[in-house]
Each structure stands twice: as structure tokens, then as C-alpha cells.
């Protein structure tokens, strides 16, 4: 069983930035960061493999940065140029080599003025 904890949520205005950070207890292949918004699916953000290989969600290309630490089991996020329509509740995932996934309980970003 992989546990994962996440930090680095919070309130920032608009045009600011957060950088989200999530340790797991497990060699992990993927990891990556997932968010919903209140009545909105869950949606992915950015993921990035044990290799660097990443991918982004179309609305945070250009603005948010996915990076890991692979000695540490560590996934982070840099978000810069935030904006209200980023507000939601951000996941932390990871797949391990056998395909299995699992979820951090999850931090709230809110980007208000």
C-alpha cells in the first residue's frame, strides 16, 4: 500500500503563484496531480513518469510546471499565473509498476481576490 501526503495548498489573488508538493512511501511510475472543482469531474492537471516523460491539461500549459524527485518519491507542481478558474481541490496521484493507482486525500487551492 502507497501512502501519499500532500502540502503546499492555500488562498492566492490572482496572477500568484502555489507550488504543490506530494511525497509517496513507495517506488512509484507515474505520478501526477488530478483536481475537481464543486460540481465539476475530476480532471488532470499534469502527470509525470519515473522516466520525466509529462503531460499537461490544455488550461495549465505554459503556467504550470510538473517536476519529481524520484529519490525522494516526490511529485511537485509549480503553479504560476493562477486564476479563479483554478480553484479546486488538487489530488495527488500515483501508479505503481503493476498498474495499481492511488490517491492522496487531496489539498484546496483557492485563487480569489
Known amino acids: 500500500q502507497v501512502q501519499l501526503v500532500e502540502s503546499g495548498g492555500g488562498l492566492v489573488q490572482p496572477g500568484g503563484s502555489l507550488r504543490l508538493s506530494c511525497a509517496a512511501s513507495g517506488t512509484i511510475f507515474l505520478m501526477g496531480w488530478y483536481r475537481q472543482a464543486p460540481g465539476k469531474q475530476r480532471e488532470l492537471v499534469a502527470e509525470i513518469s519515473s522516466g520525466g516523460s509529462t503531460n499537461y491539461a490544455d488550461s495549465v500549459k505554459g503556467r504550470f510546471t510538473i517536476s519529481r524527485d524520484n529519490a525522494k518519491n516526490t511529485v511537485y507542481v509549480q503553479m504560476n499565473s493562477l486564476k479563479p478558474e483554478d480553484t479546486a481541490v488538487y489530488y495527488c496521484?500515483?501508479?505503481?509498476?503493476?498498474?495499481?493507482?492511488?490517491w492522496g486525500q487531496g489539498t484546496q487551492v483557492t485563487v480569489s481576490s
Open positions: 496521484t500515483a501508479r505503481n509498476f503493476y498498474g495499481k493507482s492511488f
